[in-house]
């Protein structure tokens, strides 16, 4: 990474995550309680179970496993995993720095780099144990390998190649759904400069992704006698956003409810016998009510990218009543700034994209996409701000792209 503006940029990043880590409540909040109780269970030789001892396959083990460390060395509710993120947002910034200018200039990156480090929604989740600070960091050196092995060649290519499927497979054990972003992922692979470097490459980056999640795989199938690649929520979570009179967002009463409707010997049981129902009753309702399912996919749409302080909700304080642990006013100061700048950026991005006809195949993956795969995820699952934090990566280098060519008048 250049020096000059990348540096101050990334030095902005970090400091504003940490002096914003230090002023919040850092008080635990909606699912990073229970990353919280994984972790602790870790820690204490307990296993990746459920809070009734059944080995746990609602959420992938990856950032469960990561806090577990921070709390054998650092101690439970210490700020650690938060410094983390912090870091982790920064170097984000920086990966994006380099990335932006990989596919159009150093100029590209280095804005793209600025509109991600001050970007107060991606600021606010370091403040809390939720897995977007690292998930992104992840996404990004993935991408950003992909696209270097594209143009560089032997030992080199091979190398990057691996390191990118590395950081997808590390994806893929925090979170389920980056598996959309395979065909993403083989598109950048086919930019290689010839059908035998695409081959190797195809085949570094796949051998080297499943071998990491081969242990993963391996736990599942000595705990449930069943290969599972990802976890047992995916059935549930489609019929949360798909049934009559869904919201098409998250509804911890609704999931309740369906969750004791089939309600088994553990928890890990009632999981796989809701999936299934999930999936089958999904099927039926797709099927039976067409333009109601149409209409939800609408509102999951309004949700997912209607707003942009789902990690301000997260520091206020989520099912901790009204007060929270922010006050009213600092609450409202905060939602204000993110979803201000959220629809100042989708402006640029709009503008951007614009000349989406002058990018070169990578920029085309990676700023559009990457961002429809994710988007396919939410239409068939759940719409929620909280969602499209990953895509803030792509809208941060389209925006830029914008400011660019406005500013210098660069084609």
């Not at 970007?119 to 992909?146: D, H, K, Q, R």
Request: proline share 5%.
């Amino acid at each position: 990474m250049p020096g000059g503006p990348a540096v101050s940029i990334v030095v902005l990043a970090a400091l504003l995550r940490l002096a914003f880590v230090w002023w919040s409540p850092r008080e635990l909040s909606g699912d990073a309680y229970h990353y919280h109780l994984s972790a602790l269970m870790l820690t204490q030789g307990g296993g990746y179970t459920d809070i009734d001892g059944s080995p746990s396959i609602r959420w992938m083990p990856g950032w469960p496993y990561l806090l577990s460390g921070f709390y054998t060395v650092f101690g439970a509710g210490s700020w650690a995993p938060m410094i983390f993120n912090a870091l982790a947002g920064a170097s984000t910034t920086a990966a994006l720095i380099r990335l932006g200018g990989l596919l159009w200039r150093p100029s590209v990156g280095w804005i793209a780099g600025a509109l991600y480090a001050v970007w107060p929604s991606n600021i606010y989740y370091c403040a809390t144990l939720m897995t977007e600070p690292v998930f992104n960091l992840l996404l990004v050196l993935g991408l950003w390998g992909l696209v270097e092995a594209g143009i560089s060649s032997g030992a080199k290519r091979t190398l990057q190649t691996a390191a990118a499927a590395a950081a997808f497979a590390g994806l893929v054990m925090v979170k389920a759904e980056p598996l959309v972003l395979i065909p993403v992922a083989i598109g950048l692979i086919a930019t290689a400069r010839s059908k035998g470097a695409f081959r190797r490459n195809a085949l570094v980056f796949l051998v080297m992704g499943s071998l990491l999640l081969v242990p993963w795989v391996i736990r599942n199938y000595r705990a449930f006698d069943r290969v599972i690649i990802t976890t047992a929520m995916a059935g549930a979570n489609a019929w949360l956003g798909n049934h009559p009179g869904a919201s098409g967002g998250q509804s911890i009463v609704e999931m309740r409810e369906f969750m004791r409707e089939h309600k088994a010997e553990n928890r890990a049981e009632t999981l796989f016998a809701a999936s299934r129902s999930g999936r089958a009753r999904v099927k039926q309702f797709v099927t039976e009510q067409p333009a109601e399912a149409l209409s939800i996919l609408g509102n999951k749409l309004r949700i997912t990218y209607g707003s942009d302080d789902a990690s301000a909700r997260l520091v206020r304080g989520v099912g901790v009543g009204r007060a929270g642990f922010v006050s009213e006013r600092e609450w409202t100061v905060m939602a204000w700034i993110a979803n201000g700048y959220w629809f100042s950026i989708a402006i640029l991005v709009v503008i951007g994209l614009y000349s989406w006809r002058h990018w070169s195949w990578p920029a085309l993956l990676v700023c559009v996409g990457m961002p429809v795969s994710f988007l396919l995820v939410h239409l068939a699952f759940l719409g929620g701000a909280r969602f499209h934090a990953p895509e803030t990566l792509a809208y941060a280098l389209i925006a830029a792209r914008a400011l660019e060519r406005r500013l210098f008048a660069i084609p």
